[in-house]
């Protein structure tokens, strides 16, 4: 999503890897905010809590489950490896990345399998490129990426990891 051309929008606990909670658990009618849900049942129901801040929760309307409150902000923030601190980390790379960062384009890399995805992000003169490519199966994927004249570059990417190559550097060797 952070490598994406455009606006970024992060959904109501997609940073910390909230799951959809079973809504019914969710629920605590005592402080229904409008006294409407015996009635009508609330149909602005959907599948977000609250953000469990803390590993308490809270005790709003839709308090967040105990699957949730697993994954506390509190929690989150002293793990060095937490969907947290991953998603600070890409915000920022995205920041410091001026290509990923401005107006460019992207151009899609064949690969033989759809569970890895690759593609190319270039600046709006396309004199700035870089290489992304994304392995979401178990096993290690080689993908060749085009440099120009038909060249390329054959890299290696692991399992569940994203590897990033730019191109500029590469047509300097």
Request: glycine content about 4%; charged content about 25%.
């Amino acid at each position: 999503l952070l490598s994406l051309p455009g606006s970024v929008c992060i959904f109501q606990g997609e940073e910390l890897g909230l799951p959809n909670p079973n809504i019914e658990r969710a629920k605590n009618p005592t402080n229904d905010p409008m006294q409407l849900g015996a009635d009508i049942g609330m149909p602005w129901d959907a599948a977000r809590t609250s953000i469990p801040w803390s590993a308490k929760g809270t005790n709003l309307w839709l308090k967040p489950t105990p699957e949730q409150r697993i994954l506390a902000v509190e929690l989150q923030e002293e793990k060095e490896n937490s969907m947290l601190n991953a998603t600070r980390e890409a915000i920022a790379w995205r920041k410091e990345n001026k290509i990923l960062n401005h107006i460019g384009y992207l151009d899609f890399i064949e690969t033989e399998d759809p569970k890895v995805i690759a593609f190319t992000r270039s600046d709006e003169e396309k004199k700035n490129k870089i290489a992304l490519c994304f392995n979401y199966t178990p096993s290690v994927q080689k993908l060749k990426i085009p440099l120009c004249d038909n060249k390329f570059k054959t890299v290696t990417v692991k399992p569940m990891e994203m590897y990033q190559l730019d191109l500029n550097k590469e047509l300097l060797i």
